[in-house]
């Protein structure tokens, strides 16, 4: 079985752009670059795509993404010049992702600002994590910890299995009598896609993965929210996948697709490296 990593890619802010790149550095807290930095609104939640999807519209980048940046952030959107940002040294306070607690510094004035003119609202502001969170209990170690990730480090997701929920969503479609959504992987925001000699979904069974020379654990499949119904590209709002994937993929009170990761050792990875699953 030959399986490689066909795509990788970072968020340097939570639920803005996603941004492509050939390498990653992987950390215990998950890629280098990603989901470090996040929207909050003013009881200290984080803004999402999902309530926001003018945040789609709003480009990212860090030295990771943009090698020879120099600068810790930029941020970029139509109508708006860029805004260099740098990581703040501020006092630490308590933000919440999901109601899940860490800290995080809040970054300049400016930052906001351009934030507020970005996506014409007056009550965000743009924060860097400061202490990761430990993971649930439920599926987490002692000692593993995410930064703004909704809930572990890193997700993985198989092309192969992409392509058999596209094919549920245009029985779908035929069905209601419908054009079918065409659904890219980025709707999932995962970092790590795989392709190759696989079954479709076959990544649910893998106690583990080894991609180039970094293993990660996996503890579970990835459960769903309205946010995969928005087109990343023109913010448009629809039924799929959601809707297909509660027909076809549908357990405990949620939809499933990919597979989310936890770091076990530190290392590189590249677009076209093997991947080795276990079991």
């Known amino acids: 079985?030959?399986?490689?990593?066909?795509?990788?890619?970072?968020?340097?802010?939570?639920s803005t752009a996603?941004?492509?790149?050939r390498h990653a550095v992987v950390e215990p807290w998950g890629l280098r670059g990603d989901r470090r930095w996040m929207v909050v609104t003013p009881d200290?939640?984080?803004?999402?795509?999902?309530?926001?999807?003018?945040?789609?519209a709003v480009t990212a980048d860090t030295p990771d993404t943009d090698v020879g940046l120099d600068a810790a952030l930029r941020l970029r959107t139509p109508g708006l010049e860029d805004l260099a940002v740098e990581v703040p040294h501020g006092p630490a306070r308590p933000v919440t992702v999901h109601g899940r607690g860490l800290?995080?510094?809040?970054a300049d004035h400016a930052a906001h600002a351009w934030l507020r003119e970005a996506l014409q609202r007056d009550d965000v502001r743009l924060v860097h994590v400061a202490e990761p969170r430990p993971l649930s209990a439920t599926h987490g170690r002692p000692g593993e910890a995410?930064?703004?990730?909704?809930?572990y480090p890193v997700t993985l997701a198989s092309l192969a299995s992409l392509r058999r929920l596209q094919d549920w969503v245009a029985e779908t479609a035929l069905e209601r009598g419908e054009d079918p959504t065409v659904?890219?992987?980025?709707?999932?925001?995962?970092?790590?896609?795989?392709?190759?000699?696989?079954?479709?979904?076959?990544?649910?069974?893998?106690?583990?993965?080894?991609?180039?020379?970094?293993?990660?654990?996996?503890?579970?499949?990835?459960?769903?929210?309205?946010?995969?119904?928005v087109d990343p590209v023109t913010r448009e709002r629809g039924h799929e996948?959601?809707?297909?994937?509660?027909?076809?993929?549908?357990?405990?009170?949620?939809?499933?697709?990919?597979?989310?990761?936890?770091?076990?050792?530190?290392?590189d990875v590249r677009v076209g490296d093997e991947v080795r699953p276990a079991g």
Do not use: Y
């Open 183 to 229: 659904l890219a992987v980025e709707r999932f925001r995962p970092n790590l896609v795989v392709d190759g000699d696989l079954e479709p979904f076959a990544e649910d069974g893998w106690p583990a993965v080894t991609v180039g020379a970094v293993t990660f654990r996996v503890p579970k499949p990835v459960d769903r929210c309205v946010m995969t119904t």
């Open 1 to 14: 079985m030959t399986v490689r990593l066909e795509r990788i890619a970072l968020h340097p802010v939570k």
């Open 241 to 267: 996948p959601i809707r297909t994937l509660a027909r076809h993929r549908r357990w405990e009170g949620a939809t499933w697709f990919a597979v989310q990761l936890v770091p076990e050792v530190s290392g």
């Open 44 to 56: 200290d939640e984080c803004l999402t795509a999902r309530e926001d999807r003018g945040l789609f």
């Open 146 to 151: 995410t930064a703004f990730a909704d809930a």
């Open 18 to 21: 996603v941004r492509p790149v």
């Open 103 to 106: 800290t995080a510094r809040d």
